[in-house]
């Protein structure tokens, strides 16, 4: 396979400093004026970057004292810089002439340097294509469901507005219906439920809509609901899945009034609804799917804002119920806060369930303005009153340079959370200017690293787990990787990459007009069949978009991992309901 070389993200900033102890030149001497450039403006840790020194003035030959930072420096004209840890490195070049002269404005810039370039990798194999031409709003968040046939069913965009897609286990698109209504982007997963019938939502703008179909897409009704009685109609459907039990369906609302609704399956009614004691309900709405554990708690993450929940049984019967749970920033006995669980920029990564010595615990990932990205465990409330932070239990890691080789302070757009083999909580990392992405995993039990992936590539996807323990995830460059976790180390190797531009193409299939490298973002998340096929959604970004929906397969997957994980990858019908 050809080997392309990817480099991600990278930044150069450029800013003046005055040097000290700067030499006036002597008679008929001009003063020196020094620049430098560099050969490339991105580089990975371990690329080769030439830089060239400009000197004008004063009396050659020069001497050059350049400083790059990780106690490397240079005396050469033109050296060439290999750094081997990535991060920002400050670049300074002092030049003195023949007479002992100074450059008297030396230039410092800035160099991003991103995690060492991964090559290509192992097998993985595109077993069939899928360009939904006309879905030119792309696939953001939502993941693949397959049903007991192995027919696929995904939601795309097209023009502010919703399509659902039914495609056939060899890749033949069998049915397109417009999800109505649907202003706005539909980004929420399907779900499917025993009898082979599916639900989602569309609408992220308002209006926004759950609907049930058959196995073979026909309309068996649409149900429309929001917080309270009366309140204004304003329903937002935005990621996860609609949660699947035996008598309701639960949805998420992130309207004005936000909520948790609970729908009747039978015809799409509202049955109750999640409130809080004034009414209204949680705080800056729901945008992912609640998660129910196998104790019968149903859990929500209210926005950014803070974690909310309600036993399940109240939930079911009709009315309002109010939570009985509510937790923001959560503080200890001695008043020391242990736990942020508020996002300003992130609000969107869906919860998972894990079990921490026999109890259930809900693990989330936080972005706080100006702070590293957090993940955090929070136990259940007593019920003794909304929120009473002392009636609540938390931990939480901090994504920084003490506990993770990832400094990330990037917030978590789409993606999410989910739980490993040996209950570890992943979380996926988007980068930025001065961080790479990649994976964190944490063990809930004793708060600390469990292991971690680091690449300079965007993570938006929520990665899943296959049979052999193995993680994978595609990233926004259009690549895609599988990890096996390494415990002991606390890192996780490189069991197979694949660039899928290179792979469409080797493998001789059609494409559009402008499908060139890089222009692939798989922001859906992975679904993993029970035959070990891997399907995830993907948007193309050039002068003619689409969208499309790959399935790959690899020696390294056989089948979806063994996870109480309620959620997409270990659960193909994605019920949201955490396993015994």
């Given amino acids: 396979m050809k080997k392309i070389l990817m480099i991600c993200f990278a930044v150069l900033a450029v800013a003046a400093c005055k040097s000290e102890g700067v030499d006036e030149p002597g008679k008929g001497e001009t003063a020196i004026n020094v620049d430098f450039t560099a050969d490339k403006e991105t580089a990975a840790a371990g690329e080769e970057v030439k830089f060239t020194a400009t000197v004008t003035g004063g009396v050659a030959p020069y001497t050059y004292e350049w400083n790059f930072s990780d106690d490397i420096t240079s005396t050469d004209a033109e050296p060439v810089v290999v750094w081997e840890e990535s991060g920002v490195k400050l670049v300074s070049l002092n030049v003195k002439d023949s007479k002992g002269n100074s450059a008297s404005k030396p230039k410092s810039k800035t160099f991003a340097v991103t995690a060492p370039v991964v090559e290509d990798k192992g097998d993985i194999a595109i077993s069939w294509f899928v360009d939904f031409e006309d879905a030119e709003g792309g696939i953001k968040g939502s993941s693949p469901a397959i049903d007991d046939a192995g027919n696929i069913y995904i939601a795309t965009n097209v023009t502010n507005a919703g399509q659902f897609r039914k495609v056939s286990a060899d890749g033949k698109v069998l049915t397109s219906l417009a999800i109505d209504p649907a202003v706005g982007d539909t980004k929420m997963s399907p779900s499917i439920d025993s009898d082979g019938n599916v639900y989602v939502g569309g609408g992220h703008k308002g209006e926004g809509s759950v609907h049930k179909y058959s196995a073979d897409l026909s309309d068996l009704w649409k149900g429309v609901f929001w917080a309270a009685a009366g309140a204004t109609p304003n329903p937002k459907l935005h990621y996860g899945a609609p949660v699947i039990l035996d008598n309701v369906v639960l949805v998420p609302n992130a309207g004005t009034t936000g909520s948790v609704g609970a729908i009747s399956k039978a015809d799409g009614s509202r049955i109750s609804w999640l409130t809080s004691e004034e009414g209204g309900g949680p705080s800056g709405g729901c945008r992912q799917s609640p998660a129910v554990s196998n104790d019968g708690y149903v859990w929500q993450v209210a926005a950014g804002k803070a974690v909310v929940g309600a036993p399940l049984s109240k939930l079911v019967n009709p009315g309002a119920v109010v939570y009985d749970y509510f937790a923001k920033t959560v503080t200890d006995a001695a008043g020391n806060v242990v736990a942020d669980l508020t996002s300003s920029s992130s609000d969107r990564p869906a919860q998972a369930v894990v079990s921490v010595a026999g109890e259930n615990w809900c693990a989330g990932l936080s972005s706080p303005e100006g702070q590293n990205p957090r993940i955090y465990l929070v136990a259940k409330g007593d019920g003794t009153g909304l929120g009473n932070a002392g009636t609540v239990q938390a931990k939480e890691f901090v994504i920084n340079e003490v506990n993770t080789s990832i400094a990330n302070n990037t917030a978590q757009d789409q993606g999410g959370v989910i739980v490993g083999s040996q209950g570890e909580v992943i979380v996926n990392l988007k980068s930025g200017a001065a961080a790479d992405g990649g994976l964190v995993a944490v063990d809930p039990a004793t708060m600390t690293l469990s292991w971690e992936y680091r690449i300079g590539e ?123």
């Fill in 458 to 580: 965007q993570v938006s996807c929520c990665p899943a787990l296959t049979k052999e323990g193995n993680v994978v995830f595609g990233t926004d460059n259009g690549n895609f990787y599988i990890v096996k976790p390494n415990y002991t180390d606390k890192t996780a190797e490189l069991v197979a990459k694949a660039d899928i531009n290179t792979l469409i193409k080797e493998a001789g299939m059609t494409v559009t007009e402008g499908f060139e490298k890089f222009n692939i973002k798989m922001w859906s998340n992975v679904c993993v069949g029970d035959n070990g096929k891997m399907y995830i959604g993907f948007t193309k970004v050039d002068a003619v978009p689409s969208s499309g929906l790959l399935c790959l397969s690899s020696s390294a997957v056989t089948g979806p991992g063994n996870s109480c994980w309620p959620m997409f990858g270990v659960d193909r019908k994605h019920t949201g309901v955490q396993k015994k």
